[in-house]
């Protein structure tokens, strides 16, 4: 938290008046007016009342996996579950 405070209050001159820790509640504040916010690209960029205004912070990137039990990895609602988080996270990444 302290780097994002850092990082905000060095690109905007002060720093920020509202702390979330949940990117819902984050996206819901922006929707509403309370500001620039950080969120996941996946969650901002799919939302339409929201506008990019910089780029993705590179220290910020992560890679998530999607596990599941060597059992139960040929299970049809495993395999459609992994089909389609993959597909929708593809966009942001490998």
Known sequence: MRWLKKTIA???GEPPTL???HSLLTMTAAIAGAGLVLLP???GDNEAQLTRVGEP????AMTSWLVCHASARRLP????TRDTVGD???PWGS
């Open 19 to 21: 702390v979330v820790s």
């Open 41 to 43: 690209q996946y969650a």
């Open 10 to 12: 060095a690109a905007e």
């Open 77 to 80: 609602r495993v395999r459609w």
């Open 88 to 90: 929708l996270l593809t």
């Open 57 to 60: 912070f590179d220290a910020l």
